[in-house]
């Protein structure tokens, strides 16, 4: 007897995961915000990227190092890749364009769901910690 409801439990379960859609890996149009240990210092949003065109424009929020509160926004280019071990996995690389030269070149990889490395000029990269903003509204 107890072996037939735990079978039937599994069977539930497997049934409810196949049918429910899987919201881990559609990180398009999710607001995602990356802090290293003093707080946030990246906040950018994943465009929807259409009929298999994987690069697309799209601007971010680089908060100052010294004044969290301060933040600039910057343009950019955002390409979705695919992980050369799992195609089935993918992450994003962005470059930001600047319009003047006097502004910092930023390049960043994120990694989904919670992992970001930063490049500020030709500073080594480093690691954020990221997560999604549910708060925002679309």
Not at 32 to 59: H, V
Not at 101 to 115: A, L, N, R, S, V
Request: charged share 25%.
């Amino acid at each position: 007897m107890k072996k037939i409801i735990l079978v039937k439990i599994t069977l539930c379960l497997c049934f409810i995961n196949l049918v429910k859609p899987s919201v881990s890996r559609d990180f398009e149009n999710k607001s995602i915000i990356c802090a290293d240990e003093i707080g946030p210092l990246l906040e950018f949003n994943i465009p929807k990227f259409e009929n298999k065109i994987m690069k697309t424009s799209f601007s971010f929020k680089i908060y100052e190092i010294n004044n969290r509160s301060s933040f600039s926004q910057k343009n950019g280019i955002i390409i979705k890749k695919t992980s050369p071990i799992d195609d089935s996995y993918y992450f994003f690389r962005a470059d930001s364009i600047e319009s003047k030269q006097k502004m910092d070149k930023i390049i960043f990889e994120y990694f989904p769901p919670t992992h970001l490395l930063i490049q500020i000029n030709s500073l080594p990269f480093q690691d954020l910690v990221c997560w999604n903003d549910e708060n925002t509204k679309k």
